[in-house]
């Protein structure tokens, strides 16, 4: 199978919105594996691997979050895929 890896930045109302707990739920619901964190700056910091297929579903539905939430933008950039088995959320950073 064919994997790919992306670091995202997502940038807008993305902390005290659930934003990371709705990002574990999606990439489980995808089968992604990475993680996901809030940044001191004020925005969310993600990496995903899985299927090219999945992996475009989620940046589909990262630009939408959850309902609280309002994504102004995603800065995205292709990475080497690490190899986890699962996604998490991480402490922040």
Do not use: C
């Not at 990002?23 to 619901?29: C, F, I, K, L």
């Not at 939430?69 to 990475?79: F, G, T, W, Y």
């Amino acid at each position: 199978m064919t994997v790919v890896a992306r670091h995202l930045i997502i940038h807008g109302r993305v902390q005290g919105v659930f934003y990371r707990n709705w990002m574990v739920a999606a990439a489980h619901d995808l089968g992604i594996a990475g993680w996901v964190r809030n940044r001191m700056n004020g925005t969310v910091e993600a990496f995903v691997e899985g299927s090219p297929e999945a992996v475009e579903q989620m940046l589909q539905l990262a630009h939408q979050g959850p309902a609280a939430a309002k994504v102004d933008r995603i800065v995205v950039q292709d990475v080497r895929e690490e190899g986890l088995s699962n996604f998490q959320k991480r402490p922040t950073t």
